[in-house]
């Protein structure tokens, strides 16, 4: 069975990254809002700017464990860059990163929330959310198991 410190290994054999598993662990949760980005077959500016607010928001999550500025900036960085390439390889990565956090939200079923705090602000600040965006939050909520948790405009 995948879990994130397998996928972990196999994703920085192939893009070494400057990132504990912890750090990665919270990347990887946010992986869905990459795929909810890339529901409607395009990456467009809204969309660009969207990415960059998750970008500050998962770096920033960083400063209350002490992370200084120049950290938490090198950190979003890694974040940009390693989202901008999942984007551009998603058909390698979406099975293995779904399948991967299968098993972590099974084991650490209080980390859910955070995917649905990400799948709920998406909904939220996309004015024109359309039918794809919305058929990929109810795969999302279907195979990562969030159906216990209510979405303000995505019901499962």
């Known amino acids: 069975m995948l879990n994130i ?5 196999h994703y920085t054999q192939e893009r070494p990254l400057n ?4 750090q990665f662990t919270l990347f990887a949760e946010f992986f869905p809002a990459v795929l909810i ?3 409607d077959g395009f990456f467009d500016q809204k969309e660009k700017v969207y990415l ?3 970008v500050k928001c998962l770096g920033d999550s960083f400063i209350q464990d002490g992370f200084g500025a120049k950290r938490v900036q090198e950190l979003q960085s890694i974040f940009a860059q390693e989202f901008e390439y999942l984007i551009q ?7 293995l990163y779904i399948r991967a956090l299968q098993n972590h939200l099974t084991n650490f079923p209080e980390n859910k929330e955070t995917i649905l705090d990400t799948l709920n602000l998406f909904a939220e600040t ?5 039918e794809s965006e919305e058929n990929m939050v109810k795969y999302l909520v279907r195979e990562l198991h969030l159906i216990e948790g209510e979405l ?3 019901s499962p």
């Open 5 to 9: 410190e397998k996928l972990y290994e």
């Open 52 to 54: 960059q607010k998750l």
């Open 19 to 22: 990132l504990s598993i912890e």
């Open 37 to 39: 980005i890339l529901s």
């Open 126 to 130: 996309s004015q024109d959310f359309n």
């Open 152 to 154: 303000s405009r995505i």
């Open 89 to 95: 390889n998603i058909d390698k990565w979406k099975e």
